[in-house]
T-cell receptor
Framework: NAGVTQTPKFQVLKTGQSMTLQCAQDMNHNSMYWYRQDPGMGLRLIYYSASEGTTDKGEVPNGYNVSRLNKREFSLRLESAAPSQTSVYFC??????????????FGDGTRLSIL | DAKTTQPPSMDCAEGRAANLPCNHSTISGNEYVYWYRQIHSQGPQYIIHGLKNNETNEMASLIITEDRKSSTLILPHATLRDTAVYYCIVRVASSTGTYKYIFGTGTRLKVLA
């Protein structure tokens, strides 16, 4: 089982470029999440998807868009990258129905630098 | 939103028990406490979670006080590989049918040889 797979692992962009971070899970989970982690800080929620076809804003959604392509895949798009978006991005998924207490499972992250 | 407070750092001798405290004084009655750890810059690794009863699994034990305002994660025999940042998280219900995690800055545990 691969669990949660994120691609790419590393990326360098120039200011103003766009890019899409990919996330896929093979655990048949309903909920998926995107976080960012800045140096010395905990993770902050960008967007999440409670189920296929739904998405919602988290704590820091500005500058990002998401797509829940199907049950397996949840992508994060930066339309016009800014240096403030330099961070490590983590995707997570969670099984169970709505208010289940199942834990989230995280991918290994995408390290994004914007020059 | 319920929030957690953890000491920024702790040391533990190898082979001894590591006890990591967490305060969550504003927790609501149906909110679970989750513990994760992050080694270097890898993705957070799930350890354990609980509501009000003490819990134990192959990795750790979780002790939750009777008033649920604090908890302690116990690693019974710490090894050098347990050196990591440990996060205590209280999940928060969203309006759209799922839960969100609110991360703090965690406790940096260093296991000493």
């Amino acid at each position: 089982n691969a669990g949660v797979t994120q691609t790419p692992k590393f990326q360098v962009l120039k200011t103003g470029q766009s890019m899409t971070l990919q996330c896929a899970q093979d655990m048949n989970h309903n909920s998926m999440y995107w976080y960012r982690q800045d140096p010395g800080m905990g993770l902050r929620l960008i967007y999440y998807s409670a189920s296929e076809g739904t998405t919602d804003k988290g704590e820091v959604p500005n500058g990002y868009n998401v797509s829940r392509l199907n049950k397996r895949e949840f992508s994060l798009r930066l339309e016009s990258a800014a240096p403030s978006q330099t961070s490590v991005y983590f995707c997570a998924s969670r099984g169970g129905l709505f208010y289940s207490n199942q834990p989230q499972h995280f991918g290994d992250g995408t390290r994004l630098s914007i020059l | 939103d319920a929030k957690t407070t953890q000491p920024p750092s702790m040391d533990c001798a190898e082979g001894r028990a590591a006890n990591l405290p967490c305060n969550h004084s504003t927790i609501s009655g149906n909110e679970y406490v989750y513990w994760y750890r992050q080694i270097h810059s890898q993705g957070p690794q799930y350890i354990i979670h609980g509501l009000k009863n003490n819990e134990t699994n192959e990795m750790a034990s979780l002790i939750i006080t009777e008033d649920r305002k604090s908890s302690t994660l116990i690693l019974p025999h710490a090894t050098l590989r347990d050196t990591a940042v440990y996060y205590c998280i209280v999940r928060v219900a969203s309006s759209t049918g799922t839960y969100k995690y609110i991360f703090g800055t965690g406790t940096r545990l260093k296991v000493l040889a």
